[in-house]
Nanobody, 123 residues
Framework: QWRLEESGGGSVQPGGSLRLSCQVS????????MAWFRQTPGTEREWIAALWPGDLSKSYDSSVKARLTISADLSKNTVYLQMINMVPEDTAIYSC????????????????WGQGTQVTVSS
């Protein structure tokens, strides 16, 4: 059974940093496109970062690229999202997702999802 479980969310002040984790079971993170999305109330899930299967190359949404780093620890089968210089607009539910292939960044292209973790940026 494929399972994705996020952790690391919470409250952070503007300018702060946070690292989210996505623990994966049932498949190897290097075998799938692993992505992070975020969602605010009343909006659709927004793709922000991805690790490509195989070589683990990285893709980012241009609006957040300078402040995000996606990475993986293959020994832990875990994907991370490091966020720096956070702003209130980063407040959202962050979810990791898996797909057989990268390159299409709509939420509907990803079949497997975690439950999400809340991130709040506020002073």
């Amino acid at each position: 059974q494929w399972r994705l479980e996020e952790s690391g969310g919470g409250s952070v002040q503007p300018g702060g940093s946070l690292r989210l984790s996505c623990q994966v079971s049932g498949f190897d993170v290097s075998s799938q496109c692993m992505a992070w999305f975020r969602q605010t109330p009343g909006t659709e899930r927004e793709w922000i970062a991805a690790l490509w299967p195989g070589d683990l190359s990285k893709s980012y949404d241009s609006s957040v690229k300078a402040r995000l780093t996606i990475s993986a620890d293959l020994s832990k089968n875990t994907v991370y999202l490091q966020m720096i210089n956070m702003v209130p607009e980063d407040t959202a539910i962050y979810s990791c997702a898996a797909s057989q292939a990268c390159g299409r960044w709509s939420a509907s292209d990803f079949a497997y999802w975690g439950q999400g973790t809340q991130v709040t940026v506020s002073s």
